[in-house]
């Protein structure tokens, strides 16, 4: 099984289903190094910010649809080829009964990362006690809610592949320098917002013409 793939490049998701035979095994040849899996499409909207953080450090990765209910098989499929096919972190999201990342990690030894998606009913608090509340000896990093969730996911993939990746390690820490630096820049944010009050009504009123 050669599941679909996807990257992004500058801010666009690119899909193995959109590429040329000759594309997808050129683009195939980078290896992913993180799975990023998630129950169904409908995740995505939250899942797509590990994708993108990903991007922003340039990790290889694939997205795919792996539901633990719906498509069980798949799933163990997924998991158990994993590790053989060169990935070395898998990031599960899901909602709800949120089974995936759990049973994910049941049939791998890679490290699973779980991100509980809001749900409608419950506002992913479902999510979250499924996916952390497992028994001992299955681990999976649980990760908050969501789209920090997500971000946060993917940053902590790149940790775990900073020990062994020197330029994913400076990467990630090129990324936490730029994210201090822009703190930094806004100390006072009551200037900012008021500053952004003041200009358009000190802005000199156009005249007339005659
Ligand atoms: C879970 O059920 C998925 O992870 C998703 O968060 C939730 C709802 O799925 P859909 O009904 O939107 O496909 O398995």
Not at 7 to 25: H, P, V
Not at 105 to 127: H, N
């Amino acid at each position: 099984m050669r599941p679909a793939f996807s990257f992004w490049r500058e801010g666009k998701r690119i899909d193995s289903a959109d590429m040329t035979d000759s594309a997808q095994s050129k683009a195939s040849s980078v290896k992913p190094l993180v799975g990023i899996i998630m129950g169904s499409t409908s995740d995505w909207e939250t899942m797509e910010h590990a994708a993108k953080t990903l991007e922003q450090l340039g990790i290889a990765h694939e997205t795919r649809v792996v539901s633990a209910h719906r498509t069980p098989d798949l799933l163990f499929e997924y998991a158990l080829s994993a590790e053989q096919r060169g990935l070395e972190v898998i990031i599960a999201g899901a909602g709800g009964a949120a089974h995936l990342p759990g049973m994910t990690a049941s049939k791998t030894v890679l490290p699973v990362l779980g991100v509980p998606v809001e749900s409608k009913a419950l506002k992913g608090l479902d999510s979250l006690l499924s996916i952390a509340q497992m028994p001992g000896g299955i681990p999976v990093g649980t990760l908050a809610i969501g789209k920090a969730g997500a971000i946060n996911a993917a940053l902590l993939a790149a940790a775990i592949l900073g020990n062994k990746h020197a330029e994913i390690r400076e990467a990630l820490r090129k990324f936490r320098q730029s994210q201090t630096a822009k703190v930094l820049a806004t100390p006072d944010p009551s200037k900012a917002a008021l500053s952004s009050v003041i200009a358009p009504i000190t802005k000199p009123k156009r005249k007339k013409r005659a």
